[in-house]
Each structure stands twice: as structure tokens, then as C-alpha cells.
């Protein structure tokens, strides 16, 4: 047991541990059981196209331990400054788009002295005359996404189809400087990978995911459930940040380009080899 602790601690929260106080418990986020309990965690569930054209993405939200606070859905849509809120079915929840659709959404809650904030961003291609049902956040709702310290992936707007193999860069926004070296985790195949900072910018952290025998094998439209994590402490508080993303299969790492030359070659040289025979041949014997 002792070891095991150390382990947890030794991995993520040594950067903090001078200001967690009571608080050093909760700090073991590292470790992929004590991260499912005592995180707040997103699922990707169903995206399902609709009769009428749109098309929707359910979610399932996964309670941190102890929570106090209700747990908020807040998104935005197309870089517009609109916030939109979204209820809780019991823990799922769903985003309609009637329109190609780049949603940015946040679900964050509060359990004790700790705050749980998970951030993602997805595609939705709808197309449909039935405009998507939207309700408008309160404004004092909408004015927590400007101080809500989050994890966001770098030139999202750019992603829509992650795959692996293919780098991606993660930052940290806060209103607050962390007193510590900050260090990022993923969550990937139940195991948990320490990511490296960028040397020019410490709050910057690349992750090239792996390839994946089982996802490759899986079929092309295939995904499996990334996330990369950090813990923080500020002012007596935990911070538990989150970004979670669905990645694919790479669509060319494996591609061979020298038997698909070959297979071109041989190809063509049987085609002119037909081609100089036909010609060789006297009409009137055909």
C-alpha cells in the first residue's frame, strides 16, 4: 500500500505537494483506478444521424467522488461567442447540430476543495432545415468559460479526425501561474504516459499517439477514448483538468507505396505488352 502511494505521488503531484496540505489524498490522479474515481471524466457515447438530417453526440459523464456541486455542460459553436447550456439526463447527455457544426464544450463540477473541469472539442456534420433546439446559458453561467482554467488542444479548429501517429499539442489556460512546474498525463489503453513539455513554452506539452495493433485491426470508422490530464494547486484548492478526444486509426502509416508501385509497373507493362501485340497483329486475321 505504501508503495503504491508513493508510486501515485512520485508520478504527478511531487510539483505540488508543498501546497496541497489536507489535500494530498486527492492527489492521486495519476494512477488510472484513483483517476476514474476521483476525477470527473467524459465518455464519447452514440453519434447517431437523424430522420430530419441532424445529427447528435451523447456523452456520458462519470461523477468524481464526493461531489458537491452540480455538475455544469456549457458549449459554444462555430467560434461564436454564444454559450449554451445543455441538461443532464441522470449522466448523459446529448448536442444536436442541424449545420456543420465545430463544438467546443465544457463539463466541470466541484467536489470539496477540488475542482473537476474536462474540455473537448468535435465535428458534427449535420444537415438538416430543423434548426438544432439551443438554450442560452445565464450570463453569470457564460462568465465562468472566461476564467474556467482548462486543458485545450492547440489549432483545434484544425482536428476533426485524430489519428495516431499524427502529434498533437496541449496547453494550459489559467487565470492564475502555477507555482510549480505543471505536468501533463494521458490516459491511453488503461495505462497512464507521462508527456514532455515543450522546451520553449513549459505549458506546452506534444503527444504522438501510438499506433494501435487492436484499433488498426478494428476497422477504418474505429475509435478507442484518449485523455490527457494534469493536476494543480492554487490558493487551498485542487484543480483536476481534463481533455478528452476520440482518436482513429492512422488512414496512410501503413500504406506500401513500393507494392503499389510495383502492382502500377507490372500494370503497365502488360497493358503495353497487349497494347504492341494488337498491333502486330494483321486486321484481317482478327
Known sequence: MLLDLWKYLILICVPVIGS????????????HTFWNKDMLHLEFAQMKKHPNGQVSQTFIVHRPENQTDKISVLF???????????????????????????IRLFVFTRAGQTHHVV???????????????RTLAKPSEAAVLKTLPHIFLVGSESYYWHQTGIPLTFSLKT????????????????????????????????YTPSHDKQLRQAGSTAVKHNTVFTCLAHDKKLY???YTFQLHRSRHAFENYTAGAIALAGGFLVFAGWVIKKRKTPWWKE
Open 240 to 242: 483536476h483538468l481534463a
Open 119 to 133: 474540455h473537448t472539442d468535435m465535428v458534427l456534420f449535420g444537415k438538416s432545415r430543423s434548426l438544432a433546439l
Open 175 to 206: 487565470q492564475f501561474h502555477p507555482l510549480h512546474p505543471v505536468r501533463f498525463h494521458v490516459a491511453d489503453n488503461h495505462q497512464i504516459k507521462p508527456l514532455a513539455a515543450d522546451t520553449l513554452n513549459p505549458l506546452q506539452f506534444v
Open 76 to 102: 459554444q459553436e462555430n467560434q461564436r461567442p454564444e454559450v449554451y447550456t445543455v441538461p443532464l439526463d441522470q449522466n448523459t447527455f446529448s448536442i444536436f447540430a442541424d449545420k456543420p457544426s465545430s
Open 20 to 31: 496541497f496540505g489536507p489535500f494530498l489524498v486527492e492527489a492521486r490522479a495519476a494512477d
